[in-house]
């Protein structure tokens, strides 16, 4: 009888060990679910906030874009004879509009520092026709021009902002753990546009005065 008793309370001992055990399992289970959930919605979190910042650096670029023809229509005019100058901007024209679509930032970086040394040098030539540069539409659209290289500046900056926080949590304990199991890369940051800042464009309205 006395050997059944010790048995019995042996198999209950056991039995309590191994419901605690389960329930320290569950538990961490349960603290590594949660640790994982949260780490993997701060990097969709994060991408989503760079594709975000990426579509508005291509929104701002989109826009000057819409400002060129309006721009060559109105130096063509004065100097209808310098096909090569119309040539080149149209071409970086087709080009940025293409890596876009494409949405490499490479690309998109060189294109876009192509068409501004292409605007610089319809500005150069714009200068030649001084009655062409104190017209009020020329002006108008230098003052469009200015501006919009100022928020595609602005807008870079915030998106590579943005991918400097994403690559640090893609670098990151816990987050990195998450990021190479489900394959969030590393993203590439957008240069600055030299060319865009020259005093050709960024002091444009400097030769007004």
């Not at 309370?9 to 590594?32: D, K, P, Y």
């Amino acid at each position: 009888m006395r050997n059944y008793d010790y048995e019995n309370r042996g198999h209950q001992w056991m039995g309590a060990i191994a419901l605690s055990l389960m329930g320290v399992f569950l538990l961490v289970v349960f603290i590594v679910g949660i640790v994982f959930m949260g780490a993997y919605n701060e990097l969709v979190d994060a991408r989503e906030d760079v594709n975000l910042a990426r579509a508005n650096v291509q929104t701002m670029m989109q826009r000057r874009l819409e400002l060129i023809p309006d721009l060559v229509e109105v130096v063509e005019a004065a100097a209808g004879h310098e096909e090569k100058v119309f040539g080149d901007i149209a071409a970086a024209e087709a080009a940025l509009t293409k890596s876009l679509d494409s949405g490499d930032n490479t690309e998109i970086t060189e294109a876009n520092n192509k068409l501004s040394e292409e605007i610089n040098n319809l500005i150069v030539l714009a200068r030649d026709y001084p009655t062409l540069t104190a017209g009020q539409q020329y002006t108008s659209l230098m003052d469009q021009l200015e501006g919009s290289v100022n928020r595609i500046s602005v807008a870079r900056e915030t998106y590579n902002a943005e991918v400097s926080a994403y690559n640090r949590k893609v670098d990151k304990a816990p987050t990195c753990f998450i990021a190479n199991a489900f394959g969030f890369d590393h993203m590439e940051e957008f240069e600055a546009d030299e060319a865009a800042e020259q005093t050709n464009l960024v002091n444009m309205n400097k030769d007004k005065n």
